[in-house]
């Protein structure tokens, strides 16, 4: 995705802006009867509670969104961590969760609006539409006001704060003030009555409250999720993400008390209070305290509340699902942008479908919201982790926020999240049903319809950025057996491409033959030409700035050598350099050593002086059944790597017969790869019936051509003729190459 500035339009104000407006108001107001009557006025200390691991989840999020500030969240931060595997089943959950949130505002506010219009219910809709009951007028509301901010999404890219944000603030802060003003009229008996007994239920009663209340402080995260939006965005996420949580707990704990004291009649219980009025206590409370007025401007701030929160659920979504398309984990449609207005069109109006249809399919979506509290609550906790395993593994960056007391405060939010989520999936198993039914079809969808795509792409991006490798924790090493120190300079070239630099590492191997006899007072003459072919090896290496590993061993067959120091040293990759492509050098023995590493394998075929560091244009031969694409997709990727001017040329070709259709169809497919495999690449369709005739005509002007060996079954490589013709009859140097699967 381009992150740069001037696609960057959020600032202090606007990312504080959604943060607030996904937390304020919409948690408070639906949960707030739940929580008094679990645990009475210990509610506040709930809220508090679970400001203080808000607060944890704040500082791990502020480090992985400062670190890699990309849109995404939580998703961004399993790929850059875990695996591209680990990343689509975060980021798939979290969408989802994102989705049902939306659902959740969406039916909020059309319940609310229905309360508004209560006086006109009756009037208007029952008599002049008799048919329209409340579950259809809530049902068109939610949907009505959907539709309006999708559009709105679509139209304008997001950047001041939202009207509905700062309505909300000022009706919250001014029943606050209201309600001090009350309390100060109060005797300092009737509180201490109002507040006892504090724990209703005990500490048990505390944790359920804790449960079931901490998706009430859930939104911070949406920050991080739209990182790419924001300006500056070492200084402003975590900024916006602490604003944004200290601006709920300012407003909560404060109207929690008030709520529970002077919103409660002389002689009542806040706990008899909410049994009776679970979902509007507060509004109940208002009333009590400032009259039917207050009770209006409950209702106006829930409605405030809930629109904010959608708009912010839905902008989040939409850009979780854009960052999941690029990366081919999603349909790839979604990843377009409207070159006019730059917003990600596709995105947004699917997951807007999404809401859609759960808001009309679903009569009670309860089960589905605790599902979303569920699943935020993991999120949350994977981030924790993720921020450990990045400290530990990534180079400093200097810009990046560091969270303080590592790894103690990671551990301690990564604990808290995961003892919360395991309760909500106890106390609701409906939720952990949801949760797991969901999972187990992006599981399905991934597997049958995005893996192969996506790891082609989560291939070319580890090789274009190597600090990827870095901070998933991975060493890779390849292996480069060394008997000409003629071509050592190209062998360790292609290496080195093939190994991230400052991760990855090459091992120059020498297989020396047991001498005959064997006279200590002389070195045998097999010892002495390997240490000859090493050190060559290794002074063209530093002389072109590598830094292989060497390695000289003993045994009488250097084939099964090779498998065996291959499969001791785990290595990821196997460069094998030949110069004779006679049918039996290619044989039995060439092609059962690549047969019994486990491990990819590269053979580099070049005339005596190639280099890769002169290679300005590849050529890219496609066909088959894609059994090396994401090899291939590493190597180009290394290619580009370093910025320098490399043309890669994709190009298939077709018979002189294939018909228009055929051809369009080919180019469509061909334009596909070359996007995924080397964006910014050329590509074009050759028509010719001798194919290894073609590519050798388009190679005359290439320095480099890939392709790759046969695969007959799942695991035997071999040489097929058309690799083989290619690489006798191509002017330019040819790598082969053998994915491991």
């Known amino acids: 995705m381009n992150t740069s500035d001037n696609h960057r339009t959020l600032g202090l104000v606007g990312a504080t802006s959604l943060g607030v407006g996904a937390i304020v108001g919409g948690g408070i107001l639906a949960l707030a009867g739940v929580a008094f009557q679990t645990t009475g006025p210990s509610a506040i200390l709930a809220f508090a509670l679970n400001g203080l691991i808000a607060l944890l989840t704040v500082a791990s999020f502020s480090e992985m969104s400062t670190a890699f500030p990309e849109s995404g969240g939580s998703y961004t931060f399993a790929k850059k961590v875990l695996t591209i595997r680990a990343a689509f089943a975060v980021g798939w959950i979290v969408w989802f969760a994102s989705i049902v949130a939306s659902v959740l505002y969406a039916v909020g506010f059309a319940a609310f609006a229905l309360v508004l219009l209560e006086p006109l219910w009756e009037v208007v809709f029952q008599s002049a539409l008799p048919a329209v009951n409340e579950r259809l007028a809530i049902t068109a509301l939610a949907v009505g006001s959907v539709a309006i901010y999708s559009i709105s999404l679509v139209l304008r890219r997001p950047g001041g704060a939202q009207w509905s944000t700062i309505g909300k603030v000022v009706l919250f802060v001014f029943l606050i003030i209201a309600g001090v003003w009350a309390l100060s009229r109060r005797p300092p008996q009737s509180v201490y009555s109002n507040l006892t007994p504090f724990f209703a239920h005990g500490s048990i009663g505390l944790l359920q409250a804790m449960g079931f209340t901490f998706i009430a402080l859930q939104g911070y995260d949406l920050v991080a999720a739209v990182a790419g939006d924001v300006r500056d965005p070492s200084r402003v996420l975590p900024r916006a993400m602490l604003l944004s949580l200290g601006i709920a707990l300012v407003i909560y704990l404060p109207l929690l008390f008030i709520v529970s004291t002077v919103g409660v009649p002389v002689g009542a219980s ?244 047991p001498p005959d006899d064997w006279h200590p007072e002389h070195s045998p003459p097999q010892l002495i030409d390997a240490q000859s072919v090493i050190r060559e090896s290794l002074t063209v290496s530093f002389a072109a700035g590598l830094s292989p590993e060497a390695l000289i061993t003993i045994a009488p067959v250097p084939w099964s050598e090779i498998a065996r120091v291959a499969h001791e040293h785990r290595c990821e990759g196997l460069l094998l350099g030949i110069s004779d492509l006679s049918d039996e050098f290619v044989g039995t023995d060439l092609e059962e050593l690549i047969n019994s590493v486990d491990c990819d394998v590269a053979i580099l075929r070049a005339q005596p002086g190639w280099n890769l560091v002169n290679v300005r244009r590849v050529l890219v031969p496609v066909g088959g059944k894609g059994s090396h694409d994401e090899q291939r997709a590493r190597l180009l990727g290394s290619l580009r790597r370093g910025g320098g001017d490399i043309e890669i040329v994709f190009m298939s070709v077709l018979p002189e017969s294939a018909s228009r259709a055929e051809i369009v169809r080919a180019e469509r497919e061909l334009a596909q790869i070359a996007w995924d495999k080397a964006p910014g690449s050329t590509h074009g369709v050759g028509i010719n019936d001798s194919v290894v005739d073609e590519i050798a005509r388009k190679a005359s002007d290439c320095d480099l051509a890939v392709v790759g060996l046969k695969r007959t079954n799942r695991r035997y490589r071999t040489f097929g003729e058309l690799a083989l013709q290619v690489a006798r009859n191509t002017p330019c140097a040819t790598i082969m190459l053998g994915q491991n699967v």
Not at 271 to 300: C, D, K, Q, Y
Request: proline share 7%; glycine share 6%; aromatic share 8%.
């Open 270 to 513: 806040i706990v008899e209070m909410s049994s009776s009025h679970p979902e509007t206590v507060i509004a109940v409370a208002a009333e009590n305290f400032l009259g039917r007025t207050g009770f209006w401007l409950v209702v106006i701030a829930a409605l405030l509340s809930m629109l904010s929160a959608l708009y912010a659920n839905l902008y989040a979504a939409s850009r979780i699902s854009l960052v999941m398309a690029h990366d081919r984990t999603l349909p790839h449609f979604l990843a377009r942008v409207s070159p006019r207005r730059g917003t990600p069109t596709s995105a947004i109006l699917l997951t807007a479908v999404f809401v859609t249809v759960i808001i009309v399919a679903i009569p009670d979506v309860c089960s589905a919201g605790a599902a979303a509290s569920l699943i935020f609550l993991i999120s949350f906790a994977l981030v924790h982790v993720t921020s450990i395993l990045a400290r530990t593994r990534r180079s400093p960056v200097v810009e990046a926020f560091t969270a303080p007391l590592f790894p103690v405060l990671p551990t301690i939010g990564a604990v808290s999240c995961t003892a919360l989520a395991v309760f909500q999936g106890i106390t609701v198993p409906e939720a952990g049903w949801i949760t797991y039914s969901w999972l187990t079809l992006g599981g399905i969808l991934y597997l049958f319809l995005f893996a192969r795509r996506a790891r082609v792409v989560d291939a070319a991006a580890e090789a274009v950025d190597p600090q990827l490798v870095r901070t998933r924790g991975k060493t890779p090493l390849i292996l480069v057996p060394i008997a000409n120190p003629a071509s050592s300079a190209a062998m360790v070239g292609v290496a080195s491409a093939l190994a991230p630099p400052g991760v990855g590492r090459v091992l120059l191997l020498s297989v020396v033959s």
